[in-house]
């Protein structure tokens, strides 16, 4: 049995407790959370499958080294100690990324630095050709925390963000980021047996992101290669076994709805959902929300409306209200939950939520609110059984912090809408590697990324692959 070794997962504040649960249930050992991270111990078959498998993970890292400096010459001369050898050639390339909370290394770059000199270094003084340095496409791509003066190097073993999934091909301004779009729905506790609706969809990513939680599809199929795929022990026939089994895949018989205001986002978002071979599961229209009509079907509705920072809307209180009372009288029986960031436009939905979880999307702190809908009153609702919020919600409350008191919002906003015509959007094109197609049935299958060229994978890839017209 291969040797156990420490590992870290980073995310995003407020989702390292669904992040926890995502590698106990993958089969992590000794997993315990931290800021913006957790720690978790495994093998290498462990490394390889929570890159390939963790829906809320940004980066894997592999540490090297903990230890503790004062200075900038402490950081070089514990970076040099180590065996460079045991990770880097002469021939091959590196970089060094840094992150950094002390008062004692106020800039990362600095950082990156001295561990790059320290390396070089190592190599001249035992008579070496010198590693170059390569930012776009390193061989080897080095970690760097420090937080006040506790350090810990380590090995990327993911290379670029795990949340660049590969299915994307065209957003909107300000997408939302694929791994957070994971967590709220993780969050939400949504088991897919119900319908799921993001009457606000942009391009797609939250309906994305459920059709493969729905369907248990690994998020890792889309990407083209790891940094881990780059090292000296990188067991290639381990990974294909990883990357080729669909034992866990299943079948989802409700259906995911999107709608958007925007032809452009439902251009974009259809383009996406083609892309991650998915359109099965997701149908996405033109509507506005206000136009929303009771579902047939229980269903769950996330969603993440305009902030009024990167995009707004002429009226953005008013949409707010308008989206408390299309909930308060088109989605009774079922749950909404609603990603935001202004207090005072929560204000404006009018209901009561039943819980409130602190978020970061990028540099904004949010919140995302869970609002019961039913009908009639809420004793009659209790009476019949029905329950508002959970002791674990409870208790998840009364752990959290509220809303910032001091926000310049209701100033900005009045001194913008006067300027605001309509949506402000821009958009952009990104290019994937490979789409993921559908059998006849519906079931989705693999194509080889162009990256990937090992012939058992390609083999099984052309057993399984069938053109959908669709």
Known sequence: MEQEFELIAK???????????????????????????VSFTGDKKMMYK?????????????????????????????????DWRKFITPKESFVVDSVVYSEEFRHSKFVSYKVKDAIVDQFRENGLERPNISVTNPDVRLNMHIADYQCTLSLDSSGESL????????????????????????????????????????????????????????PGVFRKEYA???????????????YNDDSQEREFSHHIYGYDIDPKAVAKATLNVRAAGITKDITI??????????????AILITNPPYGERISTPDLLGTYRMIGET???????NEAWILGYKKECFDQIGLK???????????LECELRKYQLFQGRLRDFRYEGGILKTEEEKRQMAEKHRFKQKRDFKKRLEEEQANLSGDIRSFKFQGISFLREEKPGGKPIRRQPQTRNSLKKATYLKQRNRHDKD
């Not at 995502?22 to 959370?33: C, D, F, R, S, Y």
């Not at 957003?171 to 993001?198: M, Q």
């Not at 881990?228 to 990883?242: A, G, N, P, T």
């Not at 039943?354 to 540099?363: A, D, H, T, W």
């Open 50 to 82: 929570a890159n390939f498998c963790l829906r809320t993970a940004v980066r894997i890292l592999k540490p090297i080294k903990h230890f503790k400096a004062n200075s900038a010459d402490d950081v070089y001369q514990k970076v040099k100690q180590i």
């Open 228 to 242: 881990f795929e780059k090292w000296h022990d990188f067991d290639s026939e381990l990974f294909d076994k990883i």
């Open 353 to 363: 939520p039943s819980i409130k979880i602190p978020l970061y999307n990028g540099p």
């Open 285 to 298: 229209q033109k509507m506005d929300f206000k136009d929303f009509s009771q579902p047939k079907s229980r």
């Open 11 to 37: 995310t995003f504040m407020g989702l390292e407790p669904v992040l926890a649960k995502e590698l106990t249930l993958l089969g992590a050992n000794n997993v315990k959370i931290g800021r913006r991270m």
């Open 163 to 218: 949340h660049l999934r590969g299915y994307r091909q065209e957003t909107l301004e300000a997408p939302l980021n694929e791994v957070l779009a994971s967590g709220l729905i993780l969050l939400s506790g949504w088991k897919a047996d119900s319908d799921f609706i993001d009457p606000m969809c942009g391009s797609g990513t939250l309906l994305i992101e459920a059709a493969l939680i729905a369907r248990n599809i690994a």
């Open 327 to 333: 909930l308060k009288h088109k989605f009774m029986g």
